[in-house]
C-alpha cells in the first residue's frame, strides 16, 4: 500500500481502539458511522468521518455495499471491520478485494470455512485436534435421537452456521431431542439463515479456553497464550482471564499446539482465536470453533504479553513480515477482564440505553480502561450495550483479583443501570477467588443466590 488510509468499519470501543493503534503507525484513519454515532470518541479521534446511514444498524454498520463504497470514495487502501457486524462475513473481504481495498483479517474463504461449524470440525479433525464427540449434520429429529442415544446424555444441538448462544439447546433425553430440534433449527435458520444442525457432547463441568493466533497468510502462525473465558451467561461471555491458572502446563502445550496446527493448516492470515473445552474430569481438551477476527477480550492478551495485536493486524494488512519467532512472545503475570455494560442483571439483564451522568473510572497502576465513554455520552437502543471493558494485571491470579475488586470498587457510573455491581458480586465470591468455576458456574451458581436475596 502507498499511503496508508483505513477505513475503520465498526463502532463503540473497538473503533476507538483501531483508530489508536493505525495512528501509533502513522496511518491516516476514516471512521463510518451511523447518524447516532456522529459524535462518538472514535469520530471526533479520527481523521475523518463519514455518515453510513441511520441508527440501524441495518441500514449503516450492517450494509456491506455502503460501507465499501464510503471506504473506495475516501480514498482508503485497507478496512478494519472490528468485531461483530460484518467481520466474519465473507461477502466484506470479496467486495474489498473486488474494489482493491486491503481487508485487515482472513481472506474470504478462510471465514467462510471456519464460519461453518461442520466445516471448522472437519478441518480440525484432518489437522489432528481433538474434537468433542458429536455427529456430522443430522436432517431430521429421529436422526438426532438415535445419534444421541449413541453417544450418551446430556448433548448440545448446535447451529453449523451460528455462534453466541443462538441455536443451541442443551438436551437431556431422546424425548428432548425430538422436542428442540425444531426450536433449534428454526432459531438457527432465523438468526443465520440457514437451520442446519448438528450434535456434540455437552459437558456439564467444562472450562471455556481459547487461544490468541496470529497468521501471516503464508503458513507462519504463532500463539500470544490461552485465555480462560468460563464466566458466561447464556453462553456469552462476562469475565476474561489470561492465563488459565487452572491448567496444567503439559495440556497447555497440548492446548497452544492444536490451535497453531489448525490455524497453519489453512495458512490462517491476521488475528483469530481458536476456542476449546477444557474438560477438567476427563483432563482433555475438545476443539469448538475459530473465530476469524479479533476478540471483544483481546487486552487481556496483550497485557500478559506486551503485544499490540491489533497494531500487528495493521502490519501484516500492510504487507509486513510476521517479525516474531514463538520464542519472543513470553506471557508474565496475570490479567482479567471484566466487560461493563448498559443493562440491569437484577432485570434478566435488560438493555438500559441511555446517557451517562456520572463517569469516574479506576486508574493506576495495572490499571486499563477500553472505553468509548465519558460523562454525558448517549449510549444508543441500536446496537450492544457494552460500556467497556476494565482489564487489570497482577504478578499473580491472586495479586489480578486484589486489583480487579479494587478497581470495580471504585468504578463510578451514573445514569443508567450497568453490570458493574454483578461482577463485584463474582470477584468477591469464593469460588471466583479459588477459581473453582466452569462454563454453568454464574447461571447455577451466582444468580440464584443473587434471585433468592432478592
Request: glycine share 8%.
Amino acid at each position: 500500500m502507498a499511503t496508508r488510509r483505513l477505513f475503520i468499519a465498526n463502532r463503540g470501543e473497538i473503533a476507538l481502539r483501531i483508530v489508536r493503534a493505525a495512528q501509533a503507525l502513522d496511518w491516516e484513519t476514516v471512521i463510518g458511522v451511523s447518524a447516532a454515532d456522529v459524535d462518538s470518541a472514535a469520530a471526533k479521534l479520527a481523521d475523518r468521518s463519514v455518515v453510513l446511514g441511520p441508527g440501524p444498524a441495518g441500514k449503516s454498520y450492517l450494509d456491506p455495499r455502503l460501507v465499501v463504497h464510503a471506504a473506495r470514495e475516501t480514498g482508503c487502501t485497507a478496512l478494519h471491520p472490528g468485531y461483530g457486524f460484518l467481520s466474519e462475513r465473507p461477502v466484506l473481504p470479496r467486495l474489498c478485494e473486488a474494489h482493491g481495498i486491503v481487508f485487515v483479517g482472513p481472506d474470504a474463504d478462510t471465514i467462510e470455512a471456519l464460519g461453518d461449524k461442520l466445516r471448522a470440525r472437519a478441518m480440525a479433525r484432518a489437522a489432528g485436534v481433538p474434537l468433542v464427540p458429536g455427529s456430522d449434520e443430522i436432517k431430521t429429529p429421529r436422526d438426532a435421537r438415535r445419534f444421541a442415544d449413541e453417544i450418551g446424555y446430556p448433548v448440545l444441538l448446535k447451529a453449523s452456521a451460528g455462534g453466541g448462544g443462538r441455536g443451541m439447546v442443551i438436551a437431556r433425553d431422546g424425548a428432548e431431542v425430538e422436542t428442540d430440534f425444531a426450536r433449534a433449527s428454526a432459531e438457527a435458520l432465523s438468526a443465520f439463515g440457514d437451520g442446519t444442525l448438528f450434535l456434540e457432547r455437552f459437558v456439564s463441568r467444562a472450562r471455556h479456553v481459547e487461544v490468541q493466533l496470529m497468521g501471516d497468510g503464508l503458513g507462519k502462525v504463532l500463539h500470544f497464550g490461552e485465555r480462560d473465558c468460563s464466566v458466561q451467561r447464556r453462553y456469552q461471555k462476562l469475565v476474561e482471564e489470561a492465563p488459565c491458572a487452572a491448567m496444567p502446563d503439559e495440556l497447555r502445550e497440548q492446548l497452544h499446539g492444536a490451535a497453531v496446527s489448525l490455524a497453519a493448516s489453512v495458512r490462517y492470515r491476521s488475528a483469530g482465536t481458536a476456542e476449546f473445552l477444557y474438560d477438567v474430569e476427563r483432563q482433555a481438551i475438545y476443539f469448538i470453533e475459530v473465530n476469524a477476527r479479533i476478540q471483544v477480550e483481546h487486552p487481556v492478551s496483550e497485557m500478559i504479553t506486551g503485544h499490540d495485536l491489533v497494531q500487528w493486524q495493521l502490519r501484516i494488512a500492510a504487507g509486513e513480515p510476521l517479525a516474531l519467532e514463538q520464542a519472543d512472545i513470553r506471557p508474565r503475570g496475570h490479567a482479567i477482564e471484566c466487560r461493563i455494560n448498559a443493562e440491569d442483571p437484577d432485570h434478566d439483564f435488560r438493555p438500559s440505553p441511555g446517557r451517562i451522568t456520572c463517569w469516574s473510572p479506576p486508574a493506576g497502576e495495572g490499571i486499563r480502561l477500553d472505553s468509548h465513554m465519558a460523562e454525558g455520552a448517549v449510549i444508543p437502543p441500536f446496537y450492544d450495550s457494552m460500556v467497556g471493558k476494565l482489564i487489570v494485571a497482577g504478578e499473580t491470579r491472586e495479586a489480578a483479583v486484589a486489583r480487579l475488586s479494587e478497581a470495580l470498587a471504585a468504578f463510578g457510573i451514573e445514569g443508567l443501570p450497568t453490570t458493574i455491581g454483578l461482577h463485584r458480586r463474582v470477584v468477591s465470591h469464593p469460588d471466583f477467588i479459588a477459581n473453582r468455576l466452569h462454563t454453568r458456574w454464574l447461571e447455577q451458581t451466582l444468580l440464584p443466590v443473587a434471585v433468592a436475596a432478592e
